[in-house]
């Protein structure tokens, strides 16, 4: 990665298309990517560092413009430490109660698998009203 990445490797690594990480950069959420001598994007160790933060946020459902808001303050540097702690944590939360959910949703679905390998082992006996 001397050299940097193209932007199908970078892409690649971090499971974005190259056009998500082109409009990524048009948005904001990455500094401008260099470029080589044939104007080919070159991504840095830090613009990947960058994009796996970004891909963890979008995938636990942080909006764009938080990210946005995220990468503002970033930029503005330390006196807006504690604005991004605080995102984080809310941010964190919200990821806490979405695992609660699914969590929950799960046992639904795991209760109604108990109950179709149930009806597994009574072939040929009939098994009462169909539920959905």
Do not use: C, N
């Not at 298309?17 to 990455?30: C, F, H, K, P, S």
């Not at 979405?98 to 072939?123: P, S, T």
């Amino acid at each position: 990665m001397e050299d940097g990445l193209s932007v199908g490797e970078a892409a690649a690594k971090v499971g974005l298309t190259a056009y998500t990480l082109r409009w990524y950069e048009q948005v904001g959420l990455l500094e401008p990517i260099p470029r080589d001598s044939a104007g080919r994007r070159r991504y840095r160790l830090s613009d990947i560092e960058r994009l796996d933060l970004l891909t963890k946020m979008r995938a636990t459902g942080m909006p764009v413009r938080d990210m946005v808001r995220y990468i503002t303050l970033v930029r503005e540097g330390d006196a807006t430490r504690a604005e991004r702690l605080a995102m984080m944590e809310r941010h964190r939360t919200a990821v806490l109660q979405q695992i609660d959910d699914l969590q929950r949703d799960l046992a639904v679905i795991d209760r109604k698998i108990d109950r179709y390998r149930g009806f597994e082992g009574v072939a040929g006996k009939k098994a009462g009203p169909r539920r959905p």
